[in-house]
């Protein structure tokens, strides 16, 4: 067993980190593993909204040359914080909050994108799911020029009870729908406000449409089938920033 400074590998060395309340992207564990140690790294993950992957053996081989014991735990390159001491902190430094709502991006170059648009455009925070979403690495760091070490992230198990969190804390949620009748430029960014945007394939999940204040559209002149979702993410902060800088 051999913690190294991407991963650590076995059982034990893992136990500990994730007891020591240690920042982990992900845990792979081997498909079918069982015994000492396995049942309790699940449930302290899942404490700690940390995504497991469910790997074969040879996806831990490719990773480490270390007897990794059927577990493998990727050491998080950010600090991940919890919302609603987040939106606390926010509203407290006297900011009118302005977060953006990440659903099913599995692309790290868009995370890492519009993690740095955000950040431009006055974003505070930054709305992750544990799962279904791509991971925070290197990749992701250099798309976003390392905004993503300087805005908030905010991962949470249920992007469902994030936009309750949000609601309890009057911040408006705005999703975006290509047939909405509200346009970007109608909404009124100057109140507390959370962006969410979606995959380019699924786009946004049913329930949390459901559950936004407004649904927006971003008018085209072209005929075609939409914007890029780290553009169309651009365009939406950019007018929030337009807004709040009076232009």
Do not use: W
Not at 53 to 65: A, D, G, H, I, Q
Not at 173 to 184: D, N
Not at 195 to 201: A, F, L, M, P
């Amino acid at each position: 067993m051999k913690i190294t400074s991407t991963n650590i590998i076995g059982r034990q060395p893992l136990i500990e980190a994730l007891t020591q309340g240690e920042q982990l992207e992900r845990i792979f564990i081997q498909k079918n593993a069982s015994g000492e140690g396995i049942e309790q790294i699940k449930l302290l993950a899942q404490q700690l909204q940390i995504p497991i992957n469910s790997v074969p053996l040879e996806k831990l081989n490719s990773m480490t040359r270390y007897n990794h014991q059927g577990v493998v735990g990727i050491n998080s390159i950010i600090q991940y914080h919890e919302l609603q001491e987040s939106i606390d902190n926010i509203i407290r430094s006297g900011e009118v909050p302005l977060f953006i709502m990440l659903d099913g991006i599995t692309d790290v170059r868009n995370i890492g994108a519009i993690a740095r648009t955000a950040l431009c455009c006055g974003a505070q925070i930054m709305i992750i799911p544990d799962k279904g979403i791509g991971a925070i690495n290197e990749d992701a760091m250099k798309s976003s020029a390392g905004a993503l070490q300087k805005i908030i992230v905010c991962r949470v198990n249920s992007l469902l009870k994030a936009v309750d969190t949000l609601h309890l804390n009057d911040i408006k949620v705005f999703t975006s729908e290509m047939k909405a009748s509200v346009k970007v430029f109608e909404l009124d960014f100057n109140q507390p406000a959370c962006i969410v945007v979606g995959s380019e394939d699924k786009g946004i999940q049913p329930y949390i449409t459901k559950a936004a204040d407004v649904q927006f559209t971003i008018p085209m002149l072209g005929k075609f089938d939409s914007f890029n979702v780290g553009i169309a993410a651009g365009i939406t902060l950019f007018e929030a920033s337009k807004q709040r800088m009076g232009i």
